[in-house]
């Protein structure tokens, strides 16, 4: 056992050199002795569909997924990888983001393109993920685990002939998340420089990097005040997985000694055409939402919250938060447990209520649909909440149910609003389903007349539409609009 230990601390700095290869991107020795180009190509198509799944799918409407790809494949055109066949894919989703895949495999969200303002931005963001490709970024992280596991395990190996533990190297239990991991700083530096050269040699203004940071950074602090978060540190898009300022885009871009250009493209008139009419927020597949209102053609349901409650989706399911961070959950029980469940008040009771004690539980009928209803109270994150719990029953035997919680100094005022949320609950008929339209970005020229919140005043939200409106035209507080100009506007 001691001669087999000895080899094998031997051989780690013997392994380490032997990976270390010198990377024509940045011109540095990197170690990815475990990650090779060709299981890099691996890798990434195995991966690709479970982000597809992930995201809810491509999006395929109109011509932003190939506007999408054409700019993405000019950067990687000069990019110092001109062998690998990059894939640039523009996800169905709402949320802020954007990242890579070893092999080539770049993403952007919808959501994302909804904020850029130019081509140029478009570009700098993709251009930063494929640095983060040719630079190897994820070989590195995959390696140095790796390694970093083969030094923890090996004393724990007995009788191994290779003199590594069975699984390790296995790339594909390296898994999807490990790939949407934040970078470190020092690479995230690298893929920025890197962005910037492939920038500059596109012909695109390398200003246009740092420009969208301050984009970012504005939709993060939107988001937080939609959620009540008094923090404006809190994280909720790309800026988890990419930490980076504004120096340090500046820095990276003196780096790449790319100094700005008079001629250099921007490409407004170009982007907005591209994405006037794509899809934002909600994909009717997963419901839409308008104000206050959330409606699900699939599953043919529809319900209004109270006023001062700002809703938000996800495939699991609806919250809406509301004055005194209170809240209304809206889901559905599994297909699988539904048929066992006989009566709703037992229901309640012993399954979705059981550690709440509920009490006052009764029989009710909510448009047509029965249903029960129960109270408890619970320890939340937030401190104490009182609950009030509303399972509905339909025809076809699917449980709808509602779940409001409210700090207890509040219960009996919002008592009454939550209640007509409860029987505003509905099933919607073929018509009324069919009928739903979700929301489009829409292009629209400044008129005589027009300002920041007569324009703003047209967007579909319940909240804060005077700072969606700056945030989607990256417009300062109070900064006026250019007669003749073209902003960006939400509409059905």
């Given at each position: ?137 994820s070989a590195q992280r995959y390696s140095k685990s790796i390694a970093a596991n ?49 920038l500059a040699r596109a012909g695109y203004d390398v200003g246009a990097m740092s ?63 591209g994405i006037d009419g794509m899809l934002f927020g909600d994909d009717p597949k ?207």
């Amino acid at each position: 056992m001691q001669i087999f230990f000895r080899a094998v601390v031997l051989c780690l700095p013997l392994l380490s050199l032997a990976g270390c290869s010198t990377n024509p991107a940045t011109g540095q020795q990197s170690f990815t002795a475990f990650m090779s180009r060709s299981d890099e190509m691996r890798v990434g198509a195995e991966e690709h569909p479970k982000i597809l799944k992930q995201f809810n799918g491509a999006y395929q409407e109109g011509q932003v997924a190939a506007y999408a790809h054409r700019v993405g494949d000019a950067l990687a055109r000069v990019s110092e990888i001109t062998d690998m066949p990059f894939t640039f894919t523009v996800l169905n989703s709402d949320k802020v983001n954007a990242f890579a895949l070893p092999g080539g495999y770049v993403y952007i969200t919808r959501g994302l393109l909804a904020l850029a303002d130019d081509e140029a931005e478009m570009a700098g963001v993709l251009a930063h993920e494929i640095g983060h490709v040719t630079a190897r970024h994820s070989a590195q992280r995959y390696s140095k685990s790796i390694a970093a596991n083969l030094g923890l395990t090996v004393l724990g190996v007995l009788g191994s002939a290779a003199g590594a533990p069975p699984g390790l190297g296995d790339i594909a239990s390296f898994g999807a998340q490990a790939y949407l991991q934040g970078f470190s700083r020092e690479q995230e530096m690298e893929a920025d420089m890197l962005g910037a050269r492939y920038l500059a040699r596109a012909g695109y203004d390398v200003g246009a990097m740092s420009g969208f940071l301050g984009k970012l950074q504005q939709h993060d602090r939107l988001e937080a005040a939609l959620k009540d978060i008094p923090d404006p540190a809190a994280r909720f898009n790309i800026m988890s997985t990419h930490p980076r300022t504004a120096a340090r885009i500046e820095q990276a871009i003196r780096l790449a000694g790319q100094a700005p250009q008079a001629d250099a493209r921007r490409g407004r008139a170009t982007y907005l055409t591209g994405i006037d009419g794509m899809l934002f927020g909600d994909d009717p597949k997963e419901g839409v939402r308008k104000g206050r209102v959330f409606a699900h053609p699939g599953i043919g349901i529809r319900f209004t919250v109270p006023p001062g409650y700002v809703l938000f989706n996800s495939s699991q399911a609806v919250v809406a938060r509301g004055p005194d961070k209170s809240l209304i959950i809206f889901d559905m029980e599994s297909s699988k447990k539904t048929p066992k469940v006989r009566d709703l008040t037992t229901y309640l009771s012993r399954d979705w209520g059981r550690s709440l004690s509920l009490g006052g539980i009764e029989r009710i009928t909510v448009n047509g649909m029965v249903a029960a209803t129960g109270r408890g109270r619970t320890r939340t994150r937030d401190g104490i909440r009182d609950v009030r719990l509303v399972a509905m029953r339909d025809a076809r035997r699917r449980i709808f149910r509602l779940a409001f919680l409210t700090p207890p100094a509040v219960t009996a005022s919002q008592a009454e609003a939550l209640q007509r949320t409860t029987y505003s609950f509905r099933l919607l008929s073929a018509s009324e389903a069919t009928a739903i339209r979700p929301l489009r970005l829409r292009i629209v020229t400044v008129g005589v007349g027009d300002n920041p919140q007569s324009l703003a005043d047209r967007l579909p939200f319940e909240k804060l539409r005077l700072e969606w409106f700056e945030t989607l035209n990256g417009l300062a507080s109070s900064q006026p609009l250019t007669l003749g100009s073209q902003v960006k506007i939400v509409t059905e």
